[in-house]
């Protein structure tokens, strides 16, 4: 069973930074793919990085947060981090990492492709 903690969640004023991390446990295959995802009230989940454990990092940002939003990950670790830079009030939401254990990187990915989600965390900014 696939298990995923996130940290790093918080309160941040516009233009701090935060980082996320996603420890993930339990993987049976060895390349996978991890995924960030947010859900801000009233509004549906959407994706906002995600990447491939594979040798060759395979990545994927929204619109909304390139340049400003770094993903990364740590092999020995089994960690995945995402750098967000130069925060905004519209960035306020619970995110989530979530893991698709399917082989491949897929060129286009929601929710629904991803097998195993953490619990979650708020990530607020306001002055």
């Known amino acids: 069973q696939v298990q995923l903690v996130e940290s790093g969640g918080g309160l941040v004023q516009p233009g701090g930074s935060l980082r996320l991390s996603c420890v993930v446990s339990?993987?049976?295959?060895?390349?996978?793919?991890i995924g960030w995802f947010r859900q801000a009230p009233g509004k549906e989940r959407e994706g906002v990085s995600r990447?491939?454990?594979?040798?060759?990092?395979?990545?994927w940002y929204t619109d909304s947060v390139k340049g400003r939003f770094t993903i990364s990950r740590d092999p020995i670790k089994d960690t995945v981090f995402l750098q967000m830079n130069n925060l905004k009030p519209e960035d306020t939401a619970v995110y989530y990492c979530?893991?698709?254990?399917?082989?491949?990187?897929?060129?286009?990915?929601?929710?629904?492709?991803?097998?195993?989600w953490g619990r979650g965390m708020q990530v607020t900014v306001c002055s």
């Open positions: 979530a893991a698709d254990m399917s082989i491949g990187f897929r060129l286009s990915a929601g929710p629904g492709n991803f097998d195993c």
């Open positions: 339990g993987a049976t295959v060895q390349y996978y793919t």
């Open positions: 990447i491939s454990t594979t040798p060759e990092d395979m990545i």
